[in-house]
């Protein structure tokens, strides 16, 4: 005989913690103010706390989910939603921009799976030109990386990366009792607004990724050791930048400015 699919227990494999606060539930989604002609799209909506309340205000709705036994028990929630659709697949390897249309960007919604979440949002980042904005549950630390400044103990690579690319909020903390079972973490929710234009852009966006990511691969050294690899000569004139820092006390500002001087156009 088969378990009821509201029986579903949360999977370790699959990093699930299912949000059961429904006040907390109320407030992530009058943060993200969903109106009936977006293009929202749902990362892991586990059963469907978050789903209902978005499609009572917009009722096009793609959600994606890796756990396929969850996937019965969604079909049968919101069946009477006409635009209701699921991926069953795994958002590190989905395609967004499929999803994208013609004066519509995409809105992405998601309490993101800790042990994926900041290559999940590399990869997310990539298709920032079709997103209007994104909203996501992801551990505190995580969110406090991507919203950190210069100096802080959790700047980084991620903060340079998802600041280039977008604005950064944290907008409030969400407790373990929350949910189902509790994390031994804290969570937060955070929104990114992809930039229209990058605040300082670069000639060679992935030559600041190599930039960013050496820099920080040594990060208690200075920084002309810690870039020693890129086989640069950094005593040359033309850059501006205070080498004998640490990583984590340039801007990005410093980093796109020490970029197009390493590699000009």
């Excluded at 909020?169 to 229209?196: G, Y």
């Excluded at 966006?205 to 050294?221: C, D, G, N, P, Y």
Aim: proline fraction near 6%; charge should be neutral.
């Amino acid at each position: 005989m088969s378990k009821h699919p509201m029986d579903h227990r949360a999977r370790k494999r699959f990093g699930q913690n299912f949000l059961v606060d429904e006040r907390l539930i109320s407030r992530i989604v009058r943060s993200i103010a969903p109106r009936a002609e977006d293009n929202l799209v749902e990362i892991g909506p586990g059963k469907g706390a978050i789903t209902e309340l978005l499609l009572e205000h917009c009722e096009t709705l793609n959600v994606i989910e890796l756990d396929r036994d969850l996937i019965p028990l969604l079909l049968a929630q919101f069946a009477k939603y006409r635009d209701f659709k699921i991926h069953q697949t795994d958002a590190l390897k989905f395609d967004f921009s499929t999803l994208a249309r013609e004066g519509a960007p995409l809105r992405i919604v998601g309490n993101l799976p800790y042990n994926i979440s900041t290559p999940l949002i590399f990869h997310l980042l990539s298709y920032q030109r079709k997103v209007k904005d994104m909203h996501f549950m992801l551990q505190k630390e995580v969110v406090e990386r991507l919203a950190a400044s210069p100096g802080e103990k959790n700047y980084g690579r991620l903060s340079i990366m998802a600041q280039y690319y977008c604005a950064v909020e944290n907008l409030f903390e969400v407790p373990p009792e929350s949910f189902l079972p509790a994390p031994k973490v804290d969570s937060a929710i955070v929104r990114l607004t992809p930039h229209s234009e990058p605040p300082c852009p670069v000639h060679h966006i992935e030559k600041l990724e190599l930039l960013v990511r050496t820099a920080f691969s040594q990060r208690r050294k200075t920084l002309r050791n810690s870039l020693k690899s890129l086989d640069v000569d950094f005593s040359a004139d033309e850059f501006t930048i205070d080498l004998s820092k640490r990583a984590e006390n340039l801007s990005l500002a410093d980093y796109t400015t020490l970029c197009n001087q390493v590699w000009p156009l």
